[in-house]
């Protein structure tokens, strides 16, 4: 169970577009539609942002958006705001009733 | 309001044990799968352990496999995780979480987290 690659930081000014990537294997990201998203802001509990790879929980708003291809998923957040900086971590079940985060990425809105 | 609320966390000796405990209300605790996660201080989240609203399945993290064990009690509405053997690198925040549906790996609910510091 190696943790799935995450770019340590992107950033982005308000108003853009950023992209998260998260990288794994056939074993977890490539092989399950089970992919989920969670923002972080410090010292803080994580909250879920985006499940089974592009589904949203009530009450996130539509500029956070997910999806994959192949072994690699994506967050994508438009219309960058403020609020939206934080550390953002990828998860995917890999098998056997395990699931696997990411390394985490620290948004920074310039 | 769903709530998760751990304790059990604390100064423990290496090769020693802990119990953690997370107490869940505002929902139903048997409808719903329960996760635990850590988070080292300054860093990343790690995924423990996993058990079915019926503990009849039941997952573990490479790193904890053997010596920490996952369990739940639908009548007191409560998840435990007996960890034995600790380590050094066991030194965490602990989270309870709320899996999204029955048997999701989606977590949309956390506790606070209790804190286990491993040290002589």
């Known amino acids: 169970q190696s943790a799935l690659t995450q770019p340590r930081s992107v950033s982005g000014s308000p108003g853009q577009s950023v992209t998260i990537t998260c990288t794994g294997t056939?074993?977890?990201?490539?092989?399950?539609?089970?992919v989920s998203w969670y923002q972080q802001h410090p010292g803080k509990v994580p909250k879920l942002m985006v499940y089974d790879v592009n589904k949203r929980p009530s009450g996130v708003p539509d500029r956070f958006s997910g999806s994959k291809s192949g072994n690699t998923a994506s967050l994508s957040i438009s219309g960058l705001q403020a609020e939206d900086e934080a550390d953002y971590y990828c998860?995917?079940?890999?098998?056997?009733?395990?699931?696997?985060f990411g390394g985490g990425t620290k948004l920074t809105v310039l | 309001e769903v709530q998760l609320v751990e304790s059990g966390g604390g100064l423990v000796q290496p090769g020693r044990s802990l119990r953690l405990s997370c107490a869940a209300s505002g929902f139903t605790f048997d409808d719903y799968a329960m996760h635990w996660v850590r988070q080292a201080p300054g860093k990343g989240l790690e995924w423990v352990s996993y058990i079915s609203w019926n503990s009849d399945t039941i997952g573990y993290a490479d790193s904890v496999e053997g010596r920490f064990t996952i369990s739940r009690d639908n009548a007191k509405n409560s998840l435990y995780l007996q960890m034995n053997s600790l380590r050094a690198e066991d030194m965490a925040l602990y989270y309870c979480?709320?899996?999204?549906?029955?048997?999701?790996?989606?977590?949309?609910?956390w506790g606070q987290g209790t804190l286990v510091t491993v040290s002589s």
């Open positions: 998860c995917s079940y890999a098998g056997r009733y395990t699931t696997i």
């Open positions: 056939s074993s977890d990201v490539g092989g399950y539609n089970y």
């Open positions: 979480a709320k899996a999204l549906f029955s048997s999701s790996y989606s977590l949309d609910y």
